[in-house]
């Protein structure tokens, strides 16, 4: 039998639901992943896993299990267990294939297809995760608007207010969790290939000495956005796993959309402040940016 492809329910915040059970399989690692036919449990992106998995419980006539890990999975037309991470063959989305929540559990529950489970998230955890993910995008957006000065020239890409994309063009890492989320980015020579300045000239001291100024701006840029409460939400073309979801977010220079499968804050107010902090590496060939958000 193939399974359908799971329908999700945290884009739009859930962390509770019911659901029919479709299946239950064995893991190469000795844990068991259970199969609902919708879920509120964001697993972790085997393509680009940014945002760590939800953990909470699921309960079955009575009998909570605790949900330790969330995956993708997938299955392909002809059926059969489901495959995890690296074993799958097909790009994300794959309309031949069947795309699946598989929530983790540690021991056995034996025989649960066919009976309804209800399905609890820890919310602590999500709304930790989701102030890091939400962070997580307000500093591409500032930094991209400090650093487009810097640019010599278009390298052709611009973010959603017309600054070139930093973000996207030198992302080398993206990685959240309950504290922070820590973006890596590469400024090697595609980079400077496409514009961007490192060294000094006449114009700008070099980035390492730079980095305070750039550091104090980002934080302003990010403050004002915390203070002004934006509204944020999540385009949801459809519900299922694989569907292409966009972050927007009203701010006050207009509305911001990044493409993004995460979960986020409602409203920036929910932060009592956002601040980053940005560091070189010693050969000077990376750039880290570390977000904390501070929730109110």
């Known amino acids: 039998m193939t399974l359908p492809t799971t329908h999700v329910s945290f884009p739009a915040g859930a962390v ?5 059970v479709l299946a239950v399989h064995p893991l190469a690692d000795g844990r068991y992943a259970v199969v609902t036919e919708s879920t509120p449990f964001h697993p972790l992106d085997h393509t680009w896993p ?3 998995a939800d953990h909470g419980t699921l309960t079955v006539d009575g009998t909570e299990l605790a949900v330790v890990d969330c995956l993708t999975g997938a299955v392909g037309p002809e059926g059969g267990a489901p495959l995890v991470g690296a074993e799958i063959p097909v790009k994300r989305g794959d309309e031949e294939w069947s795309w699946l929540v598989l929530h983790v559990l540690d021991t056995d ?3 649960l297809t066919g009976r309804t489970a209800t399905l609890a998230v820890d919310a602590e955890r999500r709304a930790a995760l989701s102030a890091s993910h939400s962070g997580c995008h307000l500093l591409a957006l500032a930094l991209n608007a400090a650093l487009a000065p810097r640019w010599r020239k278009d390298p052709g890409r611009s973010d959603a207010f017309g600054n070139p994309d930093f973000d996207s063009l030198a992302m080398a890492s993206s990685v959240m969790d309950t504290q922070a989320s820590t973006d890596t980015y590469r400024l090697g020579k595609s ?5 961007f300045t490192v060294d000094a000239t006449e114009e700008f001291p070099a980035l390492a000495d730079a980095l305070p100024a750039l550091t104090e701006a ?3 840029r990010l403050a004002a956005w915390v203070a002004a409460d934006a509204p944020v939400r999540i385009e949801v073309p459809g519900p299922e796993l694989t ?3 966009q972050w927007h977010c009203e701010l006050p220079e207009g509305g911001a959309q990044i493409f993004c499968g995460g979960t986020h ?3 920036l107010g929910e932060l009592a402040e956002l601040t980053t902090e940005l560091r070189l590496s010693e050969d000077g060939a990376e750039l880290v940016a570390v977000t904390s958000p501070k929730r109110g």
């Open 243 to 245: 569907a292409r979801r």
């Open 109 to 111: 529950p034996g025989d």
């Open 218 to 220: 980002v934080n302003a």
């Open 191 to 195: 980079l400077k290939k496409k514009g």
């Open 265 to 267: 804050l409602h409203h």
């Open 50 to 52: 940014d945002q760590p």
């Open 16 to 20: 509770t639901g019911e659901s029919p």
